[in-house]
């Protein structure tokens, strides 16, 4: 039969305002995270990684914050633009493999309204 | 900036048929990827590559697919018999090491596969 693709979390939020997208990972071994954005029709894009020696990490306009304990990670948008609207994507790597394969979460959808 | 590129963007091709899906990786990098997703649905990992061989594959990763660096430069992902389920969006990727600092892997924009 015809498959049906994922509903996507959807956050909608005013241009301005801080966006916060989280993110649920499924390895407690996993010891990288890296946050992706993807426009419509191009590939992920990186934005922000972080370490799990690390609980918080800052870019630029961007948090990514980590809790190993829940196995959670949170992406913080300062003064979110329009040009923020996309699908963000969590992907989680267990440093000691034998290679960087990525697990990508389900994606969130930030609607940036001007 | 350094990119990795893919071509065709998009390739239409009759079930059963065989299609090479091309990508030239970011020039100093030795570790390559391919990565599927299906419309709507979240990136899945296929294949990684380093030294001239496999060095990690999926359950997807059948014995219908395969990939090849055929020279220096370029980085192929074959399907060999083309089924519906396989029309998807394939993403290359590339990266400079692994188990290392700036093991960032830098994707494609994708090549979308419609078998019809």
């Known amino acids: 039969g015809e498959s049906v693709g994922l509903h996507l979390p959807t956050l909608s939020v005013q241009e301005g305002d801080n966006s916060i997208i989280n993110c649920a990972y499924s390895n407690s071994a996993s010891d990288y995270f890296i946050w992706y954005k993807q426009e419509s029709g191009k590939g992920p894009q990186f934005i922000i990684d972080i370490r799990s020696n690390m609980d918080k990490r800052q870019g630029q306009r961007v948090t990514v914050l980590l809790n190993k304990t829940v196995k959670h990670l949170s992406l913080q948008i300062a003064a979110t633009q329009p040009g923020d609207s996309a699908v963000y994507f969590c992907?989680?790597?267990?440093?000691?493999?034998?290679?960087?394969?990525?697990?990508f979460g389900t994606g969130t959808l930030l609607a940036v309204q001007p | 900036e350094p990119e990795v590129t893919q071509t065709p963007s998009h390739q239409v091709t009759q079930m059963g048929q065989e299609v090479i899906l091309r990508c030239v990786p970011i020039?100093?990098?030795?570790?390559f990827y391919w990565y599927r997703q299906i419309l709507g649905q979240k990136v899945e990992f296929l294949v990684s590559f380093y030294n001239n061989e496999i060095s990690e594959k999926s359950e997807i990763f059948d014995d219908q697919f395969s990939v090849e660096r055929p020279d220096g430069s370029n980085f192929t992902l074959k399907i060999r018999s083309t089924k519906l389920e396989d029309s998807a969006m394939y993403f290359c990727a590339s990266s400079e090491a692994v188990r290392q600092p700036n093991t960032e892997a830098f994707f494609g924009q994708g090549t979308r596969l419609t078998v019809v």
């Open positions: 020039s100093n990098h030795l570790y």
């Open positions: 992907a989680e790597q267990y440093y000691g493999g034998a290679t960087n394969k990525l697990i």
